[in-house]
């Protein structure tokens, strides 16, 4: 069956009506207060509204009509931000959450930066695209990317910020036209590859890719081609430093959730036993994570701003999401790497009004970073090339039953938190931790026997305090279905 066929009738009108609205998009804009949401009037309303406005008298310069119609595409990936972050971001949700969708169970596939980044890429769990730990972004077949199809299918391409942990600043990103890498990350004063140019930036991180990003931006008024650009801010990852005049913002109360406050912990793996830290450190934490994030959103209001001077909100694909969570105490644990909700689930908007992704709603389908690519190759009218973990989902006939989730044990943890796969689906997670960890070149290696597992029943303990195998019988494991969860994440980890 064809990408085309595929679609359907209903995906076809929407990328019809994009080529509409993307040829409106050229006209000059001459009062904001008329016409669509992204300021852009249509025709009519253009000559009834400012008939006397000539093209020199509007705020909007000229620019080439685009012949190419389809979707611009706007990521912006932040750093170990978790849900539960509104407070900070009032105005990426009046934006993507009031004129787009948010998806309310949205995980990382792997809670830690580069597999997670490298899924968001390639579309791929970590145990295919083989980036498992951070410090071997060279792993990732760099054919496989996102990035290598839009740019081959035309895209002009753009990398700002964060990339792969230990990539080598002076490397070039592969299949970009435009890039400000930065490596290693920093919030003041970053080190960049300044396109091919190792050079230190002053200027704060959230500030200087995001300037960068709209100037990327800018140039679609002389440069007919779509763009994708790729914007992976510092914020909010320790240690957060938030922007000066943010330093001491005050911030909400916080009283912590009952994950929080977990005493017993007699049914959690070991190294979680032994975990004590406590509401006051997730509060600190939670402060100075949000600090850092209100930066991150008058970058979301400025790309707003810029694809409305433009008239490029209606033809533009944002999507906005974090690259995992972050536990702020529960069950005694302050990072990331564990299969608990507060490090896997992340917040994750999108708009695309010409798509069909143009009014308010929330979309509750199981999603994950696999999910990422396939969508935006969806959007460009392409084909994959390579195989995906992940669909498109500006198709919501694409639904999952369940998903997967994977960390291994790495050099960046002496003492052993455990390699664990986990099987997530729509009321249930089924959690197994192996005797295995990665060698020096980033391989596992041990003899991968099961040594804990857990199971939570999400719809009646969603803050997961209660492992339902702890202590259980082999008829209770029956009744609950652990042979046939344990089969269905052996196959998920080998597919």
């Known amino acids: 069956m064809s990408q085309e066929q595929r ?3 209903a995906r076809r009108a929407v990328i019809a009506g994009a080529a509409v609205v993307a040829a409106g998009a050229a006209v000059p804009l001459v009062a904001r207060a008329v016409g669509k949401e992204d300021g852009t009037p249509a025709v009519s309303h253009a000559h009834t509204a400012a008939p006397a406005v000539s093209r020199a008298a509007s705020p909007t310069p000229y620019r080439r009509p685009r012949s190419d119609h389809r979707p611009n595409i706007l990521f912006v990936l932040t750093d170990d931000q978790p849900k539960e972050t509104d407070w900070a971001l009032p105005q990426t949700l ?7 969708t948010t998806f309310g169970r949205a995980h990382a596939n792997t809670p830690l930066c580069a597999p997670s980044r490298a899924s968001i890429m390639s579309g791929r769990y970590a145990h295919n695209h083989g980036v498992l730990d951070t410090r071997h972004p060279y792993h990732l077949d760099q054919r496989t990317t996102v990035q290598r199809r839009l740019h081959e299918a035309g895209y002009r391409t753009g990398l ?27 919030y003041y004063n970053g080190h960049y590859n ?7 930036i002053p200027g704060y991180n959230t500030t200087v890719i995001k300037d960068r990003a709209l100037a990327f931006i800018e140039q679609s008024r002389v440069d007919d081609r779509p763009w994708f650009a790729y914007v992976a801010t510092r914020s909010a990852h320790e240690v957060n430093i938030p922007e000066r ?5 005050r911030v909400p109360d916080w009283d912590g959730r009952p994950s929080v406050f977990e005493s017993d912990k007699a049914d959690k793996p070991p190294f979680l036993r032994r975990a004590d830290h406590s509401l006051a450190q997730g509060r600190a934490l939670r402060e100075r994570q949000l600090r850092t994030l209100l930066s991150v959103d008058d970058a979301m209001r400025d790309f707003r701003e810029k694809l409305r001077s433009l008239g490029q909100l209606e033809n533009t694909l944002v999507v906005f999401t974090s690259d995992h969570g972050l536990c702020w105490g529960d069950h005694g644990w302050l990072r990331k790497s564990v299969p608990y909700r507060p490090s896997l689930e992340v917040p994750f908007l999108a708009s695309w009004p010409a798509g069909g992704l143009g009014e308010a709603r929330t979309d509750d389908r199981l999603t994950a970073h696999v999910d990422i690519a396939p969508t ?12 995906l973990d992940g669909h498109s989902l500006l198709d919501r006939r694409n639904d ?3 998903l997967l989730a994977e960390w291994w044990w790495n050099r960046q943890d002496k003492q052993p938190i455990h390699t664990w796969a986990t099987y997530i689906g729509k009321g249930e997670q089924y959690t197994e931790y192996y005797r295995t960890r990665l060698d020096g070149s980033g391989r596992p290696k041990g003899s991968g026997e099961v040594l804990f597992r857990e199971y939570y029943d999400l719809a009646a303990d969603p803050y997961q305090l209660s492992n339902l195998l702890h202590g259980a019988s082999q008829e209770r494991e029956l009744r609950l279905g652990i042979p046939g969860l344990a ?7 080998r597919a």
Do not use: C, M, S
Not at 376 to 387: E, M, S, V
């Open 94 to 100: 009046d934006w993507l959450g009031g004129n787009g």
């Open 7 to 9: 679609r359907g009738p």
């Open 245 to 249: 005049r943010y330093a001491h913002a």
């Open 194 to 200: 300044d396109n091919g140019i190792v050079r230190n």
């Open 160 to 186: 700002f910020g964060k990339y792969l942990n230990f990539w080598h600043t002076g490397d070039n990103p592969p299949h970009f036209d435009e890039w400000l890498l930065q490596e290693p990350v920093a």
């Open 376 to 387: 935006f190759l969806d959007a460009a009218g392409l084909a994959p090339d390579t195989p």
């Open 487 to 493: 089969q269905r994440l052996a196959a998920a980890r």
């Open 400 to 402: 999952r039953t369940h």
